[in-house]
């Protein structure tokens, strides 16, 4: 009956995975152009995954267009502290379905020594720039590999000259559309895709003018042009409309496919073998072992009761409250805080809500949820200290303040690092403030509103009273040691994530979109059950060898998993394609991988806790205690 249900739910995932493991999402609003209808292009940020120090597109003497490049988008709280600066273009003159072959960008520039050696350094660095044109990222693509990469670079490297990209290629495919207008039908186009070709053009300026620049101009037959150019320097660009039958709907599955389906499952089928393991462990400790204990341990007979070890002996002491209790309450309410928020952003990025076209969408989501959920920690706090006997309201405003206040101190010590390479991605001071005011004005209350209605109710009945003299644990052998039982329990987790978490670092270090929330929402499931099952046999094999000091150690059991997140985060930073040399570009990863890691030790740590809390309260109700 048991493998019966297990095979069930497993159907049930693999049917359930056909339709959310695709990268699915409401696509929003379209915008429609008629013929000669400007089309705007903005500009984002200059990044490098060699770095990870994004810079304002004008922080670089580009063309800037005639008016102000500063007031035209206003980013959500998500896209601010991603570092994201959009700003308007000065490739201004796109209109709708009207091609040229080349138009001057501004008049040209003329280049000082020291921000051409500013040039030479983002080219060395790899910087890219990536033009926005209705929403959508500039793309160069790659036709013999089927690929594109997002954004294109500023320049290349060529031995010790730098050649600067100051020609581009524009390619816009439209979708045409006919939509009712009234009682008339009106003939639209929709953009569906934008693609660039960079040329670096070493262009003639006569007057003040860009010589040649018409419609029978050739990028690929001029020179090139080097930053070392004692002229001044022209930034061009050309625009050609391609019609294409692909929808307005579907124009950001390019971008969010994910071409590795084959090592997503293969992730799914290894973490699944885990999970079968486990299953068939606990299941052989409920249904046989648990089963002949109970029997045994109920047993009239006293004096085959008096020679018996195992976990029943220590029915008078496993609920005793751990030492510094108030710490655990606090980490395990505030690990029911982020997985009740991973679990809700999970689900409206399965449904579509997130569309990729809403930066810092994601980000944002996740903040306000992990915000809204302080009564969640608040509840669960309150509610473990309540069956420990202890009232404690200085546990709550830890809730509220510990573990955010530390990830906020490595946070704010990390940006003023970055302040001072003035990067776009510093924070600035008024986004802190507002990331201030939403901890301390609403998820604070939030946490202290749910610590008083879990004060209010009554406390969870536990089925052993607690004696006065604590037992006597007997010599532990050296495979039970706390240390070596911790470290053992983090490896299966971590090891049903480990796949997966390589295409998350890929997209958050490399620059790449991660839209596969059907194949995470799966693992994340996989990972609650491995942590449940793992934690769950280690401390069964600890109560039987009568060591009763569970309560932290079915924590760390399976919180150990953060430090192999973390040893992992090493091993990809020597092993991947980025090239960072810059103390504060390791500082980043670092420190953020650290702050990453500690977010998963504690949610991870509060799965196994919860789990293990449910499983030693019912195998000692079953008990005959007298």
Same mark, same amino acid.
Not at 299 to 316: F, I, N, R, S, Y
Not at 504 to 521: E, M, N, P
């Given at each position: ?56 597109y ?66 060395? *660095? ?17 036709? *013999?590999?089927?690929?594109f ?7 290349f ?88 039958q *692909? ?59 008096a ?9 008078? *002491?496993?609920?005793?409250?751990p ?37 810092g ?5 996740m ?89 209010k ?70 990972l ?36 192999y ?18 103390f ?43």
């Amino acid at each position: 009956m048991k493998m019966a249900k297990t095979a069930l739910v497993f159907i049930v995932l693999c049917s359930l995975s056909t339709t959310v493991t695709s990268a699915f999402y409401l696509p929003g609003t379209a915008t429609d152009y008629q013929d000669g209808d400007p089309v705007p292009v903005d500009v984002n940020v200059l990044q490098s995954v060699n770095t990870h120090l994004p810079f304002e597109y004008y922080s670089l003497k580009f063309c800037k267009p005639n008016y102000s490049v500063k007031k035209e988008h206003r980013g959500n709280i998500g896209e601010t502290l991603l570092g994201d600066r959009i700003r308007k273009s000065p490739y201004d003159k796109i209109q709708m379905n009207i091609p040229f072959r080349c138009k001057a960008a501004c008049t040209p520039l003329t280049i000082e020594t020291q921000m051409k050696k500013t040039f030479e350094e983002r080219i060395k *660095d790899e910087y890219t720039v990536t033009l926005i044109l209705d929403d959508l990222p500039i793309t160069i693509p790659n036709p *013999d590999k089927g690929t594109f990469s997002v954004g294109f670079p500023i320049g290349f490297r060529d031995k010790d000259k730098f050649v600067l990209y100051n020609h581009l290629d524009l390619v816009v495919k439209y979708h045409p559309i006919t939509k009712t207008v009234g009682n008339k039908e009106v003939e639209a186009k929709r953009v569906v895709a934008f693609n660039v070709h960079p040329y670096s053009v070493k262009h003639d300026i006569v007057n003040g003018e860009v010589a040649g620049c018409d419609e029978k101009f050739d990028p690929t037959k001029a020179g090139a042009q080097l930053t070392t150019d004692e002229a001044q320097f022209t930034f061009t660009y050309a625009v050609s409309w391609e019609e294409t039958q *692909d929808v307005w709907a579907t124009r950001w599955d390019p971008y969010i496919s994910g071409g590795d389906a084959e090592i997503h499952w293969f992730s799914i089928v290894n973490s699944l073998m885990i999970v079968l393991f486990l299953t068939g462990m606990v299941a052989v400790i409920m249904m046989r072992t648990l089963r002949k204990d109970i029997s045994r341990y109920n047993a009239p007979d006293e004096e085959e009761l008096a020679e018996e070890t195992g976990w029943k002996m220590v029915h008078g *002491d496993v609920f005793r409250a751990p030492e510094r209790c108030s710490l655990l309450a606090v980490a395990a309410g505030t690990g029911a805080q982020i997985n009740a928020g991973i679990i809700i952003v999970l689900v409206f990025a399965c449904l579509g809500f997130l569309s990729p076209a809403n930066r810092g969408g994601l980000f944002t989501c996740m903040l306000l949820c992990f915000v809204f959920l302080g009564i969640h920690a608040g509840y669960t706090c309150a509610r473990l200290m309540k069956m420990w006997g202890k009232y404690s309201w200085k546990t709550t405003l830890l809730t509220a303040t510990m573990v955010p206040g530390e990830i906020f101190t490595i946070f704010f010590i990390i940006n003023l690092f970055v302040w001072k390479e003035r990067s776009s991605v510093a924070v600035p001071f008024p986004t802190i403030m507002a990331v201030v005011g939403l901890w301390f004005f609403i998820s604070t209350p939030l946490v202290f509103l749910g610590s008083v209605w879990a004060y209010k109710r009554k406390p969870l009945e536990l089925p052993t009273e607690v004696h006065h003299i604590p037992r006597h644990i007997p010599e532990q052998p050296w495979y039970m040691k706390p240390y070596f039982t911790i470290m053992m329990g983090g490896i299966l987790p971590f090891g049903a994530v480990f796949i997966e978490l390589f295409f998350i670092l890929t997209s958050i270090w490399l620059h790449r979109y991660y839209y596969v929330f059907g194949f995470l929402f799966i693992v994340f499931v996989i990972l609650v059950i491995t942590c449940a099952e793992i934690t769950i046999v280690m401390i069964y094999f600890q109560l039987c060898s009568e060591d009763y000091h569970w309560w932290w150690r079915s924590f760390f059991t399976s919180a150990s998993s953060g430090v192999y997140l973390f040893l992992y985060s090493i091993f990809y930073f020597f092993t991947s394609s980025f090239r960072m040399k810059k103390f504060v570009s390791i500082l980043i990863f670092f420190g953020y991988m650290g702050i990453a890691s500690y977010i998963f030790a504690i949610m991870t740590g509060t799965m196994g806790f919860l789990a293990c809390l449910l499983f030693v309260r019912k195998i000692y109700s079953a008990l005959k205690v007298d």
